[in-house]
């Protein structure tokens, strides 16, 4: 009997370890996704529950509950308002990541998908996901070249290629534009140089653009600077002249040697750009700071001066202490764009701005504000007052400092937005887009995002989903998966790159 | 002893050794995900631990309940 017992024990003991070695093999799994051994971390969403890692989207009212179809079980949430956001958290930081979202579109013509790379002050890096004009145009057989990752779409087939386009660019038709600058071709023949010098004597926080015209005159612009000090970070000066699409000219100042959030600002002095003999048009002066350095007042002898997409005003008792004499009164912009977000990080920034006099109500900290035009037809201009400043404005367009200051550089050129009608349009360039993928009555589109610059530890990522008039226009978006395939080096080229050097 | 019984008593022997194994790998992966949440969790459902222990158990109970409880020995 008990020999009979023990001719069973053999097989019983492999199956106990067996049954024990597999949660093993489960947890050395585990720990190689965790650990990123190989560099890569795939993380799949679709909103059939809770995640420990993927939040959904948020806030509640533009984003609604998950929802299920009990016919087919598909689960899915629908986007009603945006921006939307969605924490994600990886147990590494990585270098760049690819979002897959497999989503329906009922009828939002312009959505764009990213991420938050600071929450204070808010920047965002945003891609495209699905411009509904550029994918009907594609649709209708509008005839397509392709040339350095610039796409040039055509209703009737006149250029070769996209530099012969660039280069000849019509006059007298239908141009849209999405991430791509075709405005340098702008010239005015009416224009006069003007003698007098412009101040602009509002203080800017962080990286801006600007934009002028020049004919017949000497391009000069000083940019009066001070660091702030409040990151941890260094913070290099750099002033880039374009013309076109290639530096010309380029100032540089290193840091001041205060990399610690000290608060002790500092005056980082005057970089003057002075250039004489240039050929008429259009020049792009572009500020590379971060958001520790202002630009505290800018002296310009050109007429034409103005600011593109984004203009971080400062002149708040927030700032007293950073600059001295801090002129504290309202602010008036001239802007171009269609939409506006504004934000502010400060109590003493919460107030009411007005865009074309009617008020906007900036109640929250760190919550963008967001305003769209609902007018039939676009002024030149709306005027933007704004009572305290500290806010963060940002647009699709240029703006002025002074109304005498306003040109309107993309007179021939529409920027593609949600209300632009293809009817209008007889070419399309654009950079940085692929058409979705057409899927299970879906669509499919992969949007590459490099992590690079993120505030923080890039462990807790916050992507937003931007789909501007989706609220008005009664649309909605319904995302039935997220996902997201993380990448880095893996482990044994850290391991060489960290110990290589001493072998 | 019948080969029915001594087949009994493997199988109830080894649904026991399962849910003492199934209850030791939740215990394990509950703690694990105290400390680095998201390990587990992000491609397991946890629960799914527990459910499989507790049908593991039912199991054993149906088949040889000594197997779960053996008696002490003196």
Known sequence: MKQSFLRHLQPVWIVKAIIFCVPLVIVAWLTVDYLSIFGNLSITYNFSGESARVKEFTPAGRALDREQNLRTGETYQRIVGEPVYMNVTVPRSYDDVSVTLDYQ???????????????????????????????????????????????????????????????????????????????????????????????????LRGGHEFWTYIDKETLHAEFDLTDI??????????????????????????????????????????????????????????VNVDDDILISQIRTDQERFVARDKVFLVNNS????????????????????????????????????????????????????????????????????????????????????????????????????GSTALEDLDYIIFKEYTAPVADRGGYLQTIPLSLDGVVGDRKELKFILSAPGIERNGHEIKVREVKFDFHRADLWTKLKSRFGGSS | MSSQYLTRKVIGELLAFTTRTLVFWYILAVFIEMVLPGFVSSHLNLDMFLWSAIIAALFSLLIDPSSLFPKQSA
């Open chain 1, 105 to 203: 579109n009922d009828g939002q013509p312009y959505t764009e998908f990213g991420l938050v790379t600071s929450e204070e002050p808010l920047s965002v890096r945003l891609q495209s996901l699905d411009i509904g004009i550029i994918n009907q145009a594609i649709n209708e057989g509008w005839s397509q070249i392709e040339s350095d990752g610039v796409t040039l779409l055509q209703r009737q087939s006149e250029f070769e290629s996209v530099a012969d386009f660039v280069d000849q660019t019509p006059e007298d038709q239908g141009i849209g534009v999405y991430r791509y600058r075709l405005s340098y071709r702008y010239t005015d023949s009416s224009y006069v140089a003007s003698p007098q010098k412009q101040v602009i004597d509002r203080v």
């Open chain 1, 229 to 286: 000090n409040r990151d941890f970070n260094e913070d290099p000066i750099s002033i880039q002249v374009y013309r076109v699409n290639t530096i010309i000219h380029e100032e540089l100042l290193p840091d001041d040697g205060d990399a610690l959030a000290s608060a002790v600002a500092t005056d980082r002095g005057t970089l003057t750009v002075d250039l004489a003999g240039l050929e008429a048009g259009l020049y792009r002066i572009v």
């Open chain 1, 318 to 417: 927030e700032y007293a202490e950073a600059v001295a004499g801090l002129d504290t009164g309202p602010t008036t912009l001239y802007l171009q764009g269609t939409e506006l977000m504004m934000q502010t990080d400060h109590t003493s920034g919460l107030q009411v701005p007005t865009i074309a006099g009617e008020p906007l109500h900036i109640d929250k900290l760190h919550v963008p504000y967001w305003w769209e035009s609902q007018d039939e037809v676009e002024p030149l201009f709306r005027e933007l007052i704004t009572p305290k400043n500290d806010l963060l404005v940002r647009t699709s367009g240029l703006i002025a400092f002074s109304e005498d200051a306003f040109f309107d550089a993309d007179y021939q050129i529409e920027q593609i937005s």
